[in-house]
């Protein structure tokens, strides 16, 4: 799934972090116990997403645009986009090697 949004030029980049945003969600409610992440928005929600990975790249850093993925009016930069692809799947293979 993160490969195809990597690679769907169909897909601007405010619609690419809808899906990364949409991506992680389902991954952090399938890899856990659905209420101790469903709920969750905002910096609670970053920092659950730090909490399985090195640092705070999610309350500090790129992973910052997920929290306002749905409400966001100006669209990521390349860059961005690329930044946090990089950054979900870090956290993607976290969550395998934690299922381990």
Known sequence: MLLQIKQDKQLDNKQKLNELSIL?????????????????TGHAWLEYLDRSIKGTPFTQ?????????????????EQEIDELTALCESWLKAQTKRKR
């Open 61 to 77: 850093g790129i992973g910052r645009l997920l929290s306002d993925a749905p409400y966001r009016q100006n669209m990521p930069t």
């Open 24 to 40: 992680i969600r389902r991954v952090a409610i399938s890899a856990t116990e659905r209420n101790e992440c469903a709920g969750l």
